[in-house]
């Protein structure tokens, strides 16, 4: 697990920022350190509280004593990937907004492993490499009312 940070922000959120007129609890997980650092630092400075896992399995034990508002996953990790985030997310009917991230790996495409997130579950999808802006557009429709998983007329996985 990577540090566990919940930063109380000391200026108000950028309101150029899609989705930043509220802090949101934000728990991120990738197992490229770079990706999660960046993520943390963008959503910390718009104001958000946010803890990163280095994977899928320790976000799950994460997610099993904290409750959040979004969770960021990386499609393809070691040691749980983003699916069986999104599938325990499902189980236990936690109920934090998704967006999947994903930059493809050796036997999946990015768009492939995006696809399949969505189909799952994921409210939003965002593929790598992406700027500052697209992470935050992908926010703001992660947590828009109108961002409804595909999976939603599914009934939860027992």
Sequence with gaps: MDGLNSPTPNSPHEPSEPGSQTSLSIAVADDVEGIREL??????DAGHRVVCASDGASL???????RFDL???????????????ILELRKNRFNPRILAISGGGRHWRAPDCLKVA???????????????HDLFAAIAVAMSPN????SETTPPID
């Design 39 to 44: 993520i943390r630092l963008w959503a910390h």
């Design 147 to 150: 961002a409804t998983k595909s």
């Design 118 to 132: 969505k189909g799952l579950g994921a409210h939003a999808i965002l593929q790598k490499p992406f700027t500052r």
């Design 71 to 85: 969770v960021i996953t990386d499609v393809l990790m070691p040691d749980g990937d983003g699916l069986e985030v």
């Design 60 to 66: 799950i034990t994460i997610m099993r004593s904290n």
